[in-house]
Nanobody, 120 residues
C-alpha cells in the first residue's frame, strides 16, 4: 500500500509565498512522475506542475515564473514552492505520484489534499 501525505497549505496574503510538501511512503519499488494538481470550488481538477524522476518539469502557464516544483528522490518527496501568490491560486492542492509498488503494480496515487487560500 502506498500513501501520500501533504503539508504546508494555509492562508496567505496576495503576493505571499507558501511551500507545499508531499511525502510518499509504503510499499514503493519505484516512483516515476510526481506532480501537483489543484481544484477550486466549482471547477475541475487541473495540473499545476509535474516533474519526472529526472529533472524534466512541466508547468501550467498561469504559474510559470511563480511556482517551482522539485523532488528529493532519496526521501520520495516532492515540493511545490509558490511565490507571488494570487487570489486565483486559491484551491485545494493535491499531490500525485506514479508509483510501481513492491508487487510490481504501477498506478497513480493521490494525497488527501491541502487547502491554499490567498486573500487579504
Amino acid at each position: 500500500q502506498v500513501q501520500l501525505v501533504e503539508s504546508g497549505g494555509g492562508l496567505v496574503q496576495p503576493g505571499g509565498s507558501l511551500r507545499l510538501s508531499c511525502a510518499a511512503s509504503g510499499s514503493i519499488f519505484s516512483i516515476y512522475a510526481m506532480g501537483w494538481y489543484r481544484q477550486a470550488p466549482g471547477k475541475q481538477r487541473e495540473l499545476v506542475a509535474a516533474i519526472t524522476n529526472g529533472i524534466s518539469t512541466n508547468y501550467q502557464n498561469s504559474v510559470k515564473g511563480r511556482f517551482t516544483i522539485s523532488r528529493d528522490n532519496a526521501k520520495n518527496t516532492v515540493i511545490l514552492q509558490m511565490n507571488s501568490l494570487k487570489p486565483e491560486d486559491t484551491a485545494v492542492y493535491y499531490c500525485n505520484a506514479d508509483v510501481k509498488d513492491g508487487l510490481g503494480n504501477r498506478r497513480g496515487h493521490w494525497g488527501q489534499g491541502t487547502q491554499v487560500t490567498v486573500s487579504s
